[in-house]
């Protein structure tokens, strides 16, 4: 069956430190996005692509970075982790001739210290 | 500003009770909205699509509806089931390039025994 992964499911790292958050979608959707979700506020968009070698900022894309170089994978990057970006992030993916309907990983929780 | 407010944020019911939960918008121009449904530890799963023309939508124990005019909708979970518990977003979007999604907060139910 088709199926959206994401990798790893927990993560602790430390300020500073670069980190990369993996998504793998076996749906062959053009669409990926990448959300954070915390505690008073709904998913906010970071990243998003419509296709290999696309990609979009989203509202909250500040010291995060995305890359689209195939259709099943975009990666999420962390640049410099501060403790602000503790939260759990989620990646979805979706197909234009389906209705648009995003299906979402099992998410990424990330803990900054 | 593009919002979603949902209401209440949360709540306890029996097992086998009925329930609404609310969700007001102020997303223009409106494409669809959506009711996803997230259990604890994972992503968001849609239950229902709705879009401008449509009143009501069922998905088993699960009504929506759509008042385009006053821009609310409901979901209604009809004889809950200790399954149920878990948190409802409201999901809207933007009739516009890239017809962005617009989450809301979501509402956290807990059915008891």
């Known amino acids: 069956d088709a199926e959206i992964t994401q990798s790893p499911r927990h993560k602790i790292t430390e300020t500073g430190r670069q980190v990369t958050l993996a998504c793998h979608q076996t749906w062959n959707h053009n669409n990926m996005f990448w959300y954070r979700q915390d505690l008073g506020h709904g998913l906010r968009l970071i990243h998003y692509s419509y296709g290999v070698q696309d990609t979009n900022k989203g509202e909250v894309s500040d010291g995060y970075s995305v890359s689209r170089s195939n259709t099943e994978d975009l990666p999420l990057t962390l640049e410099s982790a501060a403790s602000s970006q503790t939260s759990v992030y989620f990646c979805?993916?979706?197909?234009?001739?389906?209705?648009?309907?995003?299906?979402f990983g099992p998410g990424t929780r990330l803990l900054v210290l | 500003k593009n919002q979603v407010e949902q209401s209440p944020q949360s709540l306890i019911i029996l097992e086998g009770k009925n329930c609404t939960l609310q969700c007001n918008y102020t997303v223009s121009p409106f494409s669809n909205l959506r009711w996803y449904k997230q259990d604890t530890g994972r992503g968001p799963v849609s239950l229902t699509i709705?879009?401008?023309?449509?009143n009501t939508k069922s998905n088993g124990r699960y009504t929506a509806t759509l008042d385009a005019d006053t821009k609310q909708s409901s979901l209604h979970i009809t004889a809950s089931q200790l399954s149920d518990s878990a948190s409802y977003i409201c999901?809207?979007?933007?009739?516009?390039?890239?017809?962005?999604?617009?989450f809301g907060g979501g509402t956290r139910v807990l059915v008891k025994p």
């Open positions: 979805a993916s979706s197909d234009t001739l389906t209705g648009e309907t995003q299906y």
């Open positions: 709705m879009t401008f023309s449509e």
């Open positions: 999901v809207v979007t933007l009739k516009a390039a890239g017809n962005k999604l617009t």
